[in-house]
Nanobody, 123 residues
Framework: VQLQASGGGLVQAGGSLRLSCAASGRAFSSYAVGWFRQAPGKEREFVAAISWSISSTYYADSVKGRFTISRDNAKNTVYLQMNSLKPEDTAVYYC?????????????????WGQGTQVTVSS
């Protein structure tokens, strides 16, 4: 599976962006997908994840209520809708896929990673 993240950009605080993670490979619908982010000088951190069946989603406390993860298996794409953005959301955002349990998996458990897309939120 190859992943391509896109949709990042520069936005003012309070604004919105929608990230996309497009996948190649016929087995994509069988993988859970997560979004992670890494700010300069900080560790990569979990943001959100969605199960392969779309029945389950999981969010970091810092984004709960502001971000929504969704997927369209027919289009091999996962989305991250980000609303009410804050300057502290500034980071490179990565999508990842794997056969994992989304509520307990760490970044090391994911098998495939995209290249990242920059999100910058100005105050």
């Amino acid at each position: 599976v190859q992943l391509q993240a896109s949709g990042g950009g520069l936005v003012q605080a309070g604004g919105s962006l929608r990230l996309s993670c497009a996948a190649s490979g016929r087995a994509f619908s069988s993988y859970a997908v997560g979004w992670f982010r890494q700010a300069p000088g900080k560790e990569r951190e979990f943001v959100a994840a969605i199960s392969w069946s779309i029945s389950s989603t999981y969010y970091a406390d810092s984004v709960k209520g502001r971000f929504t993860i969704s997927r369209d298996n027919a289009k091999n794409t996962v989305y991250l809708q980000m609303n009410s953005l804050k300057p502290e959301d500034t980071a490179v955002y990565y999508c990842a896929a794997g056969t994992i349990v989304i509520t307990v998996a760490t970044s090391a458990d994911y098998d495939y990673w995209g290249q990242g897309t920059q999100v910058t939120v100005s105050s």
